[in-house]
Every structure is written in structure tokens, then in C-alpha cells.
């Protein structure tokens, strides 16, 4: 019970410096933010889930999964070299 009560006084702080609310509005929206972020764990939990039973049904995961670290750091790669890609219109 008191560790549910340091957790959402922590999202409330949390909201309070991302956000730049003042901190009766944040308390105000405190149940929306529980809410919000309990939904938000539960489709990480999911999609963790379900990254990993498809893991364990490849014949190589560990190809998959250097391949996806391998996109993930050319995308942070370009994006600190400051590629832009070209936009429609």
C-alpha cells in the first residue's frame, strides 16, 4: 500500500518536470496518470512477450536479434549525422 503511494507520487513528479504542470493539476490528474501508465506497462509486457516467442520459434534468434540492433544503431547513426529524408509535396 505504501509503495503504491511512492509510485504515484513519483509519476505525479515525474509529470510535473516532463510537462511543466504545476503539481495540484498533476495530483489532480494523478489516477488518469496511474491508469495511463499501467496500460502503457501492460503493451510493453505484451510486445515483450511476443518478441520473445517468436525468438524461441527461429532456428537462429541471435541473427534476428543482430539484425534489429544493427537497424536500430544505423538509425541512430544517421540520425546524429543529421540525414534528413526527403518529404513529399
Known amino acids: 500500500m505504501i509503495l503504491s503511494g511512492f509510485v ?5 513528479l515525474l509529470t510535473v518536470w516532463l510537462f511543466e504542470f504545476s503539481l495540484e493539476r498533476a495530483a489532480v490528474l494523478a489516477p488518469v496518470l496511474v491508469v495511463v501508465f499501467g496500460a502503457a506497462a501492460g503493451l510493453v509486457v505484451l510486445w ?3 518478441g520473445l516467442e ?3 520459434r527461429r532456428r537462429r534468434p541471435w541473427l534476428a ?3 534489429a540492433a ?12 543529421g540525414l534528413e ?3 513529399e509535396g
Do not use: E, H
Not at 8 to 12: E, P, Q
Not at 71 to 77: D, I
Open 48 to 50: 515483450v512477450k511476443v
Open 65 to 67: 536479434v543482430s539484425l
Open 8 to 12: 504515484t507520487a513519483a509519476l505525479v
Open 85 to 87: 529524408l526527403p518529404r
Open 70 to 81: 544493427a537497424a536500430v544503431a544505423l538509425m541512430a547513426v544517421l540520425s546524429l549525422l
Open 54 to 56: 517468436s525468438l524461441r
